[in-house]
């Protein structure tokens, strides 16, 4: 099992940590990370990981099980060896301001459309959105943008919290993606943004709102009958 030393702390970027497993000899898995792996629509870390004086340089991650898996360049690191990882903060820092704006941007069009997200994608240059719509049209993109940006403006405090399962499913509010439900998890972890949104969410986000900069929506597509995609990036 690896520790998830992110989901408690989104702004760690170092640790120490052992080695306890090797998938192969450059899959390496960790007691504990700050890594964070593939997933939700949030790329993986990249990064470093450091033995005395040699680096082996992290090009992603993925769960296997319960452990988090880091993709290095070379093979030499061996189980029980004492590594500190560090990630490329620029890359998360970009990609936690993206992942706020996308529940800020989500709850927009729930408020507006009463549309449920059916599906994302982070990046650093552009995001996406594909949500359920029959009728929205590029007439309202700038008033979804305007929304957005004026409750990044509004500093909204980001907390998380942890729920029992059986406690969070009675809350319908905490799942915007339409027909997904998280299945064998005892707890889920909470993400609220403010008093504006509060969401089911495993991924890293800013501490306050205004963190994100700003937002800018730059196309929409249909997909289908009923699916829309909306795009966006970060106006800074």
Known sequence: MTVELFLKDHYLRQ?????????????VVLDQTVFYP????????????????ESFFVSGCR???AEIVHVVDKPGLRIGDYVKGTIDW??????MRSHTSAHLLA??????TGALITGNQLDLDQC????SSQDVGRERLKDFEQKTNDLIARNLAVSTSFEKFEDA??????????????KNLPVLRIVSIGDVDVQADGGTHV???KEVGGIEIFDLKNKGAENRRIYWRLSN
Do not use: W, Y
């Open 38 to 53: 593939q997933g939700g629509g949030q790329p993986s870390d990249t990064g470093v990981l450091t033995r005395e004086n």
């Open 128 to 131: 996406r959105m594909d949500f």
């Open 90 to 95: 620029d890359r998360r820092h970009r990609l």
């Open 169 to 182: 499913v009675k809350r319908p509010e905490l799942f915007r993606l339409k027909d997904v439900l998280p």
């Open 63 to 65: 769960r296997n099980g």
């Open 107 to 112: 709850h927009v069009l729930f408020s507006e």
């Open 15 to 27: 640790c120490d940590a052992m080695v306890t497993g090797l998938i192969d000899e450059k899959s």
């Open 207 to 209: 501490a306050f709102t």
